[in-house]
T-cell receptor, first 115, second 111 residues
Framework: GAVVSQHPSRVICKSGTSVKIECRSL??????MFWYRQFPKKSLMLMAT?????????EQGVEKDKFLINHASLTLSTLTVTSAHPEDSSFYIC???????????FGPGTRLTVL | QQQVKQSPQSLIVQKGGISIINCAYE??????FPWYQQFPGKGPALLIA?????SEKKEGRFTISFNKSAKQFSLHIMDSQPGDSATYFC??????????FGKGTTLSVSS
């Protein structure tokens, strides 16, 4: 299957700082990437849909000014958590979709801990 | 109408047994139904997927059964192994839209 990478795999930061998470499709081009958030023992919660070259579409209740998404190329999307606070601590997972088959492949996730 | 309901929430199966996880959906426009496997601290991995033009798809020990009229689909894991212990998510979508996920099933296979 297609490979999606995420960097970093885990990050610890102080409250008030900003953190950038990268999501890359390694062996395919992804016009659409998705960002999810997952709490312990819970399902994946879609945060936003990112299309290459255009603004991301955010789900209801997700603050677009807090979670900045950039999809600058067909293989890279970034999520920046601005002015992070402890309640932003979570497991963030990206996915990328192949246009051909509507299949969606997930990255390994990034564990964010805000102190 | 956008929900995907998954059951059971947790499942304990003996080694060698059959694990069955069920999902139901409401939106008849959905045309893609994947199952994902997730281990703790890892991202979900695509396990198997089906489209509504077939009623069953088998890949190794994993089988999806699909009932279009009942708007239900299920994952069967044959000869369950301790290494299958993980959380399983069903999902559904219509082409071009984001996947809608079920709440997940935690499977424990005892040896």
């Amino acid at each position: 299957g297609a490979v999606v990478s995420q960097h970093p795999s885990r990050v610890i930061c102080k409250s008030g700082t900003s953190v950038k998470i990268e999501c890359r499709s390694l062996d395919f081009q992804a016009t659409t990437m998705f960002w999810y958030r997952q709490f312990p023992k819970k399902s994946l919660m879609l945060m936003a849909t990112s299309n290459e070259g255009s603004k991301a579409t955010y789900e209801q209740g997700v603050e677009k000014d807090k979670f900045l998404i950039n999809h600058a190329s067909l293989t890279l999307s970034t999520l920046t958590v601005t002015s992070a606070h402890p309640e932003d601590s979570s497991f963030y997972i990206c996915s990328a979709r192949t246009d051909r088959a509507n299949e969606q492949f997930f990255g390994p996730g990034t564990r964010l801990t805000v102190l | 109408q956008q929900q995907v309901k998954q059951s059971p929430q947790s499942l304990i199966v003996q080694k060698g047994g059959i694990s069955i996880i069920n999902c139901a959906y409401e939106n008849t426009a959905f045309d893609y139904f994947p199952w994902y496997q997730q281990f703790p601290g890892k991202g979900p991995a695509l396990l198997i997927a089906i489209r509504p033009d077939v009623s069953e798809k088998k890949e190794g020990r994993f089988t999806i059964s699909f009932n279009k009229s009942a708007k239900q689909f299920s994952l069967h894991i044959m000869d369950s192994q301790p290494g299958d212990s993980a959380t399983y998510f069903c999902a559904a979508n219509q082409a071009g839209t984001a996947l809608i996920f079920g709440k997940g099933t935690t499977l424990s296979v005892s040896s």
